[in-house]
């Protein structure tokens, strides 16, 4: 456990410990990473999502992109305009953060005359929840009486569209390592002191299948100890969403590659990552219940996922390219004096260089029945990598 750790959080973090420690003893001595993943984030009371804190924002454990700049929810409320338009109906946001991108999308829009029939927001995590209702307080009456938060994806088929920003990295993975040219799988048992360590087991008959189809039967050219993650989680998430949308887009934003570079050879030690404190480290077992843990999305298998749902790929970009098309630059120069235009240059630096957000984020557009331009995807096209 980190030395900085307040009692409070030492306390909280030994509350987890013990929680997947029982659950290691339950399971027979070895839990799966992605069973410790969702402990780690979701177990009631006590998860990283479900448990209250700070965790977004300058004095939270990371910042997403529409907390660095207000340009991104602008960018993204025109490519929603632009559906809306075309489809009619509402927007619903999946997992709102601090209610950033909310506030500034309905602000757009509504300056637009464009507003949504309503904005609808799933959020697991209590504490994020009511802090979205704070932030979305100081919204005029007539856009407040269009939000609406819900606990489960709602029965009725949606018209409209789905926002799913830095979501999908947030879904449990199972992690695998290579041996002899063999896929054993990496989840979790008791060090001899008694401390959460990572630990080797077959790899059961889903997983082998799922690293057969990427890597090949056996894997080539992967060396010894190669080691990587795989998220089974996202096609069924995929085909509920996917259940969910009637007509309109499904809109992904998140860190992640195409299959082809995600499991490259020379990426051996896979992409999770954990987040403390504006810090990004590589052990997931200290911090319990206090720190995020993420994998890069596979994007691959999110078009895969949406095809198997019926939905069709619309669009695949960098978010550089995105927020290009969108008219980023423009919203930087029509700002009304020159400090608040170089403030906005910066911060619209942080959102396309390619060492921030712009190149290792990516845009991916999920649609049903919906013929709408989508004129973020103009730019640049990168389905033919999938």
């Known amino acids: 456990m980190s030395a900085s750790l307040t009692p409070e959080e030492r306390s909280h973090g030994a509350a987890v410990a013990a929680l997947i420690r029982a659950e290691i003893a339950g399971a027979g001595g070895w839990l799966s990473f992605e069973r410790f993943m969702e402990l780690a984030l979701y177990a009631p009371g006590l998860g990283y999502y479900s448990a209250g804190s700070v965790k977004l924002g300058p004095g939270g454990d990371f910042v997403t992109a529409p907390e660095v700049s207000e340009l991104f929810g602008r960018c993204v409320a025109r490519q929603c305009c632009e559906v809306l338009g075309a489809t009619g109906g509402g927007i619903l946001e999946l997992g709102a953060g601090t209610g950033a991108l909310a506030a500034t999308i309905l602000r757009e829009l509504d300056a637009r005359a464009a507003l949504p029939e309503r904005y609808a927001i799933l959020e ?229 260089m390619p060492e921030e957000m712009g190149e290792a984020f990516k845009v991916m557009a999920l649609a049903r029945g919906s013929e709408a331009p989508l004129a973020g995807f103009t730019l640049q096209d990168l389905r033919r990598q999938l």
Request: proline share 6%; aromatic share 6%.
């Open 124 to 352: 697991v995590s209590a504490d994020l929840a009511e802090r979205q209702r704070a932030r979305l307080a100081g919204l005029p009456a007539h856009v407040r009486e269009r939000l609406l938060w819900l606990e489960r994806l709602p029965q009725e088929r949606l018209r409209g569209v789905i926002l799913a920003n830095e979501v999908a990295d947030a879904l449990p993975c199972r992690r695998f390592t290579l041996r002899g040219n063999a896929v054993r799988e990496l989840g979790v048992a008791l060090g001899p002191d008694g401390a959460l360590a990572s630990a080797e087991a077959a790899a059961d008959a889903p997983l082998a299948a799922a690293c057969a189809a990427m890597l090949g039967t056996p894997p080539r050219g992967f060396p010894e100890g190669y080691t990587s993650e795989v998220n089974l989680r996202l096609g069924p998430w995929i085909a509920s969403l996917g259940e969910c949308l009637g007509r309109g887009i499904l809109l992904l934003f998140d860190y992640g590659l195409p299959r082809s570079h995600y499991y490259h050879p020379q990426r051996v030690s896979g992409t999770l990552r954990c987040h403390f404190r504006q810090r990004a480290h590589d052990d997931p077992f200290i911090n319990l219940g206090l720190q995020d843990i993420t994998a890069w999305v596979d994007f691959t298998r999110v078009a895969e996922a949406g095809a198997d749902a019926g939905l069709e790929l619309a669009g695949f970009a960098t978010q550089a390219a995105f927020l290009a098309a969108l008219g980023l630059d423009t919203l930087v120069a029509e700002a009304a004096d020159a400090p608040t235009r170089a403030r906005l240059a910066g911060e619209a630096r942080r959102l396309v």
